[in-house]
C-alpha cells in the first residue's frame, strides 16, 4: 500500500475493529481506516477464528492520516 509522502499511519488495536474503525472514519485529516487483525501465528486467519481466540491475532484498524490536520 503507497503513503503519500506527507502522510502518516498508525495501527491500533481496541476490541472489535468496525466499533474502532467508526471511532475515526470521517474524521478531518483521515484519510483511510483499514480495518485488519495483527500479531498472531497464522498466516490468513478467519474473523470466526480471530474472535474465538484460536489464532493469537487482536482486530486492529490501520489509519493513513495527514499530520498537518490530526494527529
Known amino acids: 500500500m503507497i503513503v503519500k509522502q506527507n502522510h502518516e499511519i ?3 488495536g481496541g476490541g472489535c475493529f468496525w466499533c474502532t474503525e467508526a471511532v475515526f472514519d470521517g474524521l478531518r485529516g483521515v484519510i483511510s481506516v483499514m480495518p485488519g ?3 498472531g501465528s497464522l498466516k490468513n486467519p478467519t474473523y470466526d477464528g480471530v474472535c474465538g481466540g484460536q489464532t ?3 482486530e486492529a484498524i490501520r489509519i493513513e492520516f495527514d499530520p498537518s ?3
Open 37 to 39: 487483525y495483527a500479531g
Open 69 to 71: 490536520v490530526i494527529s
Open 56 to 58: 493469537g491475532h487482536a
Open 10 to 12: 498508525a495501527v491500533f
